[in-house]
């Protein structure tokens, strides 16, 4: 049942809460005929011990959530005893309900082995009554045994129905999340697609119509095809990824060579040093693919026609690359350089942080560019701010 003030108001809250006013209705002489007995032996005086057995029996209800099985020691022993010593009854009683309707829904370790603890304690504490003269009858004795079950097997079916329910959410957020994966999928391929496709049939038939003497001209239009073809295979691997079916493989990870040979038909005068074996995760490798691209591109947009240097080095422990770009020449008849948004070299810094590694971009002396990256093969493992640059990859 909802109920409007349970959002605000803490399980421990609540269980303490009832805790004490069973506690109160139990110390209540009047409601005593309310209370669960078992045994039916003469009754004794009241004493202090019959107040010290109630509390057993109510106050630890106030961790019934949070130590099931602790609670339902506590309780069933106080109540055994309360039994045997042949005290009055009194709503206490029922506090033997609630534990084991609460170890029934709470409990999640060793269920197995509380229930049948639980089931030996009750016949011991038959045969216990039995042998004080209890008039009870062995099939009353087991009635009392399948009411307490049954309080049990309703916890038991509450957990069951909270666990399906749980399913059913995540099932539903996941299936949602796979519809807006799907979604974005559509959205994407709508927008971006068609104009790279556009971008490559206009440069092939550009190509197609030149006359042979233009073959600079040529070479820059192969390029910008190239380009078009590879942004289109990187749009479907993208597209598998946000698409319904999570088995489709990550990105693929694209030569840094076929990086700078693009760049050079681009009209950058590229050189590649590339030192050492790749290695590490393919998440790691296509970070370092993506810094390198992310250069070049700055290097295209920013500065035509200037040179680039380009260094990958694979250590034992890490990778350190850089693309340093030269001060860009005046070019006669070249149009206004592409702005950029700004948004991927944060991007790019969050990609490389996110790998334990560090990513910097500042102007050099000479009036070029450098962006250095550094990254631990194990993202695992972050590296020492204070060795972070070094040379010494040893």
Not at 47 to 57: C, E, F, H, T, Y
Not at 185 to 194: C, M, Q, R, T
Not at 244 to 253: R, Y
Not at 320 to 331: D, F, G, H, Q
Request: charged fraction near 20%; glycine fraction near 10%; include cysteine.
């Amino acid at each position: 049942m909802w109920l409007p003030w349970r959002p605000v108001v803490s399980a421990r809250y609540r269980d303490a809460t009832f805790a004490v006013a069973l506690t109160a209705l139990a110390l209540i002489p009047a409601l005593g005929p309310y209370g669960m007995v078992l045994g039916e032996l003469p009754t004794r005086d009241d004493d202090a011990w019959r107040v010290v057995l109630i509390l057993g029996q109510t106050l630890p209800l106030a961790v019934r959530r949070r130590h099931p099985a602790a609670c339902l020691a506590v309780v069933g022993t106080a109540f055994a005893l309360s039994q045997c010593l042949a005290y009055a009854p009194s709503p206490a009683g029922l506090g033997l309900l609630f534990a084991l309707y609460s170890a029934g829904a709470h409990q999640r370790r060793g269920r197995v082995w509380v229930a049948a603890a639980a089931a030996v304690a009750y016949a011991g504490l038959a045969v216990v009554l039995s042998a004080l003269g209890s008039p009870e009858q062995p099939w009353e004795l087991a009635t009392f045994g399948l009411v307490l079950a049954a309080a049990w097997g309703v916890g038991d079916l509450v957990r069951i129905r909270g666990e399906a329910a749980r399913s059913r959410a995540q099932l539903g957020a996941r299936s949602a999340v796979l519809e807006e994966r799907a979604r974005l999928a559509g959205e994407l391929h709508d927008v971006v697609s068609h104009h790279v496709t556009g971008m490559v049939v206009q440069a092939d038939a550009a190509a197609f119509l030149l006359p042979a003497a233009e073959q600079t001209v040529r070479q820059q239009l192969a390029g910008i095809a190239g380009a078009g073809r590879r942004a289109l295979d990187d749009l479907r691997q993208l597209l598998d990824l946000l698409g319904p079916d999570e088995s489709a493989a990550g990105p693929p990870i694209g030569s840094i060579a076929d990086l700078a040979d693009a760049a050079r038909s681009a009209g950058l005068d590229v050189e590649l040093t590339e030192q050492g074996n790749p290695s590490g995760p393919d998440e790691l490798r296509l970070t370092v693919y993506r810094v390198v691209q992310e250069g070049l591109t700055n290097a295209r947009k920013h500065a035509r026609g200037a040179a680039v240097q380009v260094t990958v080095r694979w250590a034992a422990e890490r990778v350190r690359l850089a693309v340093t770009t030269s001060a860009a020449p005046v070019l006669a008849g070249a149009g206004p350089r592409t702005p950029g948004s700004g948004r991927g070299l944060v991007g790019l810094r969050a990609r490389v942080e996110r790998l334990g590694g560090d990513l910097r971009a500042a102007p050099t002396g000479s009036g070029g560019f450098a962006l250095e990256a550094s990254l631990p093969l194990d993202p695992a493992r972050r590296l020492d701010p204070a060795r972070r640059w070094d040379d010494d990859d040893a």
